[in-house]
């Protein structure tokens, strides 16, 4: 089969011929019908070799929609010919958080202080889904879709499902009085907005620095859309400042200034990994009370509403469309801020 792979730390993934997974055990073989495309891909590519514990060459691909083929003899067969998305954490099922349904912060897959990032799942260690087929280690990994269309089903896996923890988990700020500031609007932002108003916020300001992107917000009912947040700084002030921020930019442009246009009592949501850094402290000068957060992916009962909200009608991804071919130079347009909403690749 067809499989988009990274051969070599630093380097553009390569198309490559490589064999048909065989499940044994409770493993299963999803046929995967789209894959989108993260810019967390592109951190992972970019970094030099010894800081990820992942075996190369790396299957490239967590944000994956198919249709269950085959299930090793363990397995629950009764999963084949059912749509489904893949939640990308390979949880250990049985330590404490996992207990709690907390998978996203499983202690088997933490990192050792000092030690390289351990596998975590498809894509991200373990073979992934830009591929014609996915291994999956069992029927647990899964969602069931029901037929949603997989182009938007496939960013559910990440873009939705971050966006939607990073929400869902600051449930105590979200109502329709809620001032609400989602900085960067590209692949997780654009599904955040749609949440944000499916849970019934009254006003979502947005910001990014790519017109596409703003107008991208607007028309996915934001209020407005800026291009920094010192731009939105004034229009959010008058609002009382924000009860939540949500920064999946994470740069250094954008962290230390969104901790800023917090009201009292509010929340920085720090999503995005480009390299911003934040001072904490009480003496200095922000929101009485506010506080900061840096969340890590979501949990599958999370995918579960996610999808459940995609199936209602609340929620969609606005995509840009891929053969396997293309993949690699669809991640140098992701680079180049080229792609509007979510790139996904259709095996
Ligand atoms: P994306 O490229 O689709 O979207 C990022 C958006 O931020 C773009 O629209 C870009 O124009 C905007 N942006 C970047 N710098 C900006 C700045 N200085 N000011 C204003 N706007 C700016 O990326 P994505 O796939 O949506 O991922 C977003 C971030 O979230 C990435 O850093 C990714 O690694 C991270 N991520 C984190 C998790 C997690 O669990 N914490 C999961 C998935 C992705
Ligand atoms: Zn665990």
């Known amino acids: 089969m067809l499989a988009v792979q990274l051969i070599d730390w630093g380097r553009a993934p390569e198309v490559r011929e490589i064999p048909d997974p065989e499940p044994t055990g409770g493993e299963l073989v999803i046929d995967v019908d789209a894959a989108g495309l993260c810019l967390s891909d592109l951190h992972v590519m970019d970094t030099p070799s010894g800081v990820f514990d992942y075996p190369l060459p790396l299957t490239l691909g967590h944000e994956v929609a198919g249709t269950v083929s085959a299930a090793g003899p363990d397995a629950d ?60 280690p069992s029927a647990d990994v899964l969602v069931p879709t029901a037929g949603l269309d997989p182009t938007v089903a496939a960013p559910l896996a990440d873009a939705g499902l971050t966006a939607y923890h990073a929400i869902s988990s600051n449930s105590d700020l979200i109502d329709s009085a809620t001032v609400a500031l989602v900085i960067g609007v590209g692949g997780l932002g654009h599904m955040a907005i749609q949440i944000l108003r499916a849970m019934g916020v009254g006003t979502v300001f947005a910001v990014d620095n790519r017109e596409q992107a703003r107008t991208l917000a607007v028309s996915l009912s934001a209020d407005a859309a800026y ?33 800023t246009v917090l009201g009292p009592g509010g929340r920085l949501v720090i999503v995005g990994t480009a390299g911003g850094r934040l001072t904490v402290g009480k003496d200095l000068g922000l929101a009485s009370g506010w506080q900061v957060r840096a969340p890590f992916w979501g949990t599958r009962a999370d995918l579960a509403e996610v999808v459940a ?3 209602a009608g609340h929620l969609t991804a606005e995509t840009v469309t891929f053969d396997l071919s293309e993949a690699p130079s669809a991640y140098e347009r992701l680079r180049r801020g080229e792609l509007p909403g979510r790139a996904v690749v259709l095996p």
Do not use: Q
Request: hydrophobic fraction near 40%; charge should be neutral; aromatic fraction near 4%.
């Open 227 to 259: 291009t920094s947040v010192d731009e939105a700084a004034s229009d959010i002030r008058a609002h009382g400042g924000a009860d939540i921020v949500l920064d999946f930019a994470g740069a250094p442009a954008t962290v230390e200034s969104a901790s």
């Open 309 to 311: 909200l995609a199936a």
């Open 77 to 136: 067969a009764s999963w084949i010919g059912k749509t489904v998305v893949v939640h990308g954490i390979w949880s250990c099922g049985t330590c404490r958080n996992c207990a709690r349904g907390r998978e996203n912060y499983c202690l088997a897959l933490a990192r050792e202080p000092g030690g390289r990032n351990p596998r975590i799942g498809n894509g991200l260690g373990h073979p992934g889904g830009l591929a014609e087929r996915l291994l999956v």
